[in-house]
């Protein structure tokens, strides 16, 4: 019984760490780009955008829909570091085995 109480304290302090951490991603940013940086997204580790970026010589009125594929691809950059930011950070508490939903 003295195990399994041991192993429940720290079950319990995993999960306070990973909670911690989860928050910690919150803070901390990736930036997604497009067109050679023409297009900067800021993205948190919550996935909240932060800030859109685009510089004057991607926006050509002629051309809208340009800038709007510019605009999806430095999102789905910025997103995808996010996803890795979050699995790296996670996988310090998971050790790499893969808790589906968890995070």
């Known amino acids: 019984m003295k195990n399994m109480n041991q192993l429940m304290k ?6 306070e760490e990973m909670l911690k951490a989860q928050e ?7 930036e997604g780009t497009a067109g050679g940086g023409v297009v900067t ?11 859109v970026t685009i510089k004057p010589e991607a926006v050509d009125p002629d051309d809208v ?14 997103m995808k ?5 979050v699995a790296n950070e996670m996988s310090k508490y998971t050790r790499g085995l893969n808790l589906p939903g968890l995070f």
């Open 10 to 15: 720290q079950a319990k302090k995993m999960q």
């Open 24 to 30: 910690a991603l919150g803070e901390k940013t990736v």
């Open 81 to 85: 570091k996010a996803d890795e930011l």
């Open 65 to 78: 829909e340009m800038l709007q594929d510019l605009v999806l691809t430095a999102i789905n950059d910025a």
């Open 41 to 51: 997204v800021v993205v948190t580790g919550h996935k909240l955008v932060q800030s």
